[in-house]
């Protein structure tokens, strides 16, 4: 099954009080899965790994075995294809979460603005929400 995943992550301060969010759509559009959460204090780096990460997970729970996966941040998307080096032994832990997450599916990244999709849009404003305490934890 495909499906598309949509990731962001939030820092207020860098580091600062953190926020993760992600939603999962089906080919039709329908909504698999969303969520967002605070995340406590983390680099906005740290944050865009966690998104992706709860992500991932919530795909995998839904039976994906192709993932299209749109991104605001370009460092995260160009580590994940190898095109970064990434240096940081917190960000490459999680990007080994990510990858055996990942085992057996296709991953199809893309880069792109947040105001460019609205899906992007919608991420990119629960992730800030969450980490700014104005809005209430979801997931599933």
């Known amino acids: 099954m495909k499906l598309y995943l949509y990731t962001d992550g939030s820092s207020i ?23 967002c959460e605070a995340i406590g204090v983390a680099t906005n780096n740290q944050a865009e790994y966690i998104a992706l990460l709860k992500g991932l997970e919530q795909a995998r729970a839904a039976g994906a075995n192709v993932i299209e996966w749109f991104s605001d941040s370009e460092l995260l998307v160009k580590q994940w294809m190898g095109a970064y080096k990434i240096k940081d032994a917190q960000l490459r832990a999680l990007m080994e979460q990510a990858r055996q997450l990942t085992e057996g599916m296709q991953i199809v990244p893309h880069a792109v603005p947040r105001s460019s999709l609205p899906e992007m849009e919608m991420v990119d404003n629960w992730a800030r929400g969450v980490a700014l305490g104005r809005l209430q934890v979801r997931g599933g």
């Open 13 to 35: 301060g860098n580091p600062g009080a953190a926020g993760a969010a992600y939603l999962i759509k089906d080919e039709s559009g329908r909504i698999v899965a969303q969520g």
